[in-house]
Every structure is written in C-alpha cells, then in structure tokens.
C-alpha cells in the first residue's frame, strides 16, 4: 500500500512538474501579493497597507486604511512548456490566459476599530498539453491532453483594532473554496492504491478554512514594522483524486508566515521589504 501510495503521489509530482515555470513566477500557487498596489511593488504589504486588500497579507492594516472599496483583476499570462529527450518540446498553453479578480470592502466601527472582507484568489498550477500524449509514442503518462487545473477562492472577513494610536492587532477567518482536475495521466492507475480515481474525472472541489493574525507597529514617524501568520486551512478531499493525492484526496492550504518593514525615506518615497516563509513541506 506504501509503495502504491508513493507512485501515485509521483503522478502529481510529474504534472506538477510540467508548471515548474509557473510556479516560479509566483510563490509556488500562492500570488506573489493581493491588491494591485501591493502588486506594483513586488507584493509587499506586511508594514504596509494600502487598500482593502490589506487582509490578505496582514489583516492589522485595514484599519489603517479607512473606509473604503477596491476591486481589481489581474490578466495572467504563464507560458508553459517542457522537453522529453527523443521527443521534442511540447507546449502546455492549451490554455493560456487567466482573469483573476479581486475585491475589498472595509468600514470603520471607530475611529480605532474596522471590519472588512478581502476576497482574492490563488492559482498559476494548470497546464494543458494538447499534443505530448500523442506525440511521445502512445502516451508517456497516459491518453488525450495532458494537464492540471487547480485553483482557490479566499474569502476572508476581518477584524482590525488599534490598542494604541502606533500598534494594530488584526485577525480575519479565511473562507476557502477550491477546485482542481487532471487529465491524461491514466497510465498511473496501475500504481495507485484507488484506480479509477487519478485522471480524467472532470473538476472535484472541497471547502475549509482557517484564520491568518497580524499585528502592524509604527516604531518611529518613519519606520513601520509588521509581522503576519496564517495558520493551515484544513480542507475536505478531493475524492474524485483520491487515487492521485496522497492522503486519499487531501489537499490542504499550508501554513505561512512572514515580517515587512516599510521606512518613509521622503513624504514621496516609501521603501519596502517583506519576507515570507509557505510551509508546503508541512
């Protein structure tokens, strides 16, 4: 059962594999950052809020950013592509552009108090291989396209406070929503320890949640410091996979955590720095 289990987890290793350029464009299937100003500058907002996305990243920031409405979409563009010895370079655009929007919304209680909602997404792991089945002599991993699809929906309501006028404490419930299919990797049903259940079973969702804390400190006028933590999303399986995912379809958001600092260099100039650690091997 062991051995099954293992060759199975390779199958989705192996089409995981096929979005390597994806993944390295942002943070594995996490966005490199949420709002399109936290965008603009490499994703940084830990210390340094600037829209009612601010949850997303350190919920301690929205009460900073008063009362207020944003909606955004990005249009995601991956190129993805692979090569097989003897066989030649295969393109995995079958699909190749992806709107992902957003939306924030938060309302002052008090001059020191807010509630919120961030909505965002994660994504980036799908691929589609129209031809590399076909093309490698009946089909390395199994039959017709080849590809993945994955994606999550975050709704997260939140609380922020001031406890004073230069220390803010934020805490929102992530809401999760995710999906995902695979296709073309039939072959892997004889290593599975649940055949019938690897590839080519349509779209499978589960739900979950989790929550994600943070706190946002102005240490001098000019030097502001901030520090988030979001804990493991427990989600339900994807029981249409259950022969592809290790753990019989388990799929969970992992744990992730990470410090910003953001120093007023001038009244026109901010600079700023998040560092971020995802647990996956968690």
Not at 114 to 121: F, H, N
Not at 246 to 262: R, S, T
Request: hydrophobic share 40%.
């Amino acid at each position: 059962m062991g051995h099954k289990k293992a060759l199975s987890a390779i199958a989705l290793a192996v089409a995981g594999t096929l979005v390597a350029g994806t993944a390295g464009a942002t943070n594995g299937y996490f966005q490199h950052g949420y709002g399109m100003k936290a965008k603009s500058m490499a994703g940084v907002g830990i210390a340094l809020p600037q829209d009612a996305l601010a949850a997303a990243t350190n919920p301690a920031g929205m009460v900073n950013v008063g009362n207020r409405i944003d909606f955004g979409a990005d249009l995601f563009r991956p190129v993805r592509s692979t090569q097989i010895t003897g066989a030649g370079d295969f393109s995995g655009n079958g699909d190749d552009m992806f709107l992902i929007p957003e939306f924030g919304y938060n309302r002052m209680l008090s001059p020191t108090s807010s509630i919120g909602v961030s909505v965002y997404g994660n994504g980036g792991m799908n691929t589609s291989y129209e031809t590399l089945n076909t093309a490698t002599g009946g089909g390395i991993f199994g039959t017709g396209k080849l590809g993945v699809d994955f994606s999550q929906l975050f709704i997260a309501p939140t609380y922020s406070v001031k406890i004073n006028p230069q220390h803010a404490l934020g805490i929102s419930l992530n809401l999760v929503y995710q999906r995902f299919k695979a296709e073309g990797l039939q072959n892997f049903n004889f290593a599975s320890s649940a055949p019938g259940f690897v590839s080519n079973n349509g779209y499978d969702s589960s739900t979950g949640y989790g929550l994600r804390f943070g706190w946002l400190g102005e240490l001098t006028p000019k030097l502001s410091v901030g520090v988030t933590y979001q804990t493991k999303a427990k989600m339900g399986k994807f029981d249409k996979y259950r022969g592809l995912f290790a753990g019989q379809g388990g799929f969970d958001v992992p744990e992730n955590y990470g410090i910003g600092i953001a120093f007023k260099a001038t009244p026109r100039t901010t600079i700023a720095a998040d560092v971020q650690r995802i647990n996956y091997s968690k």
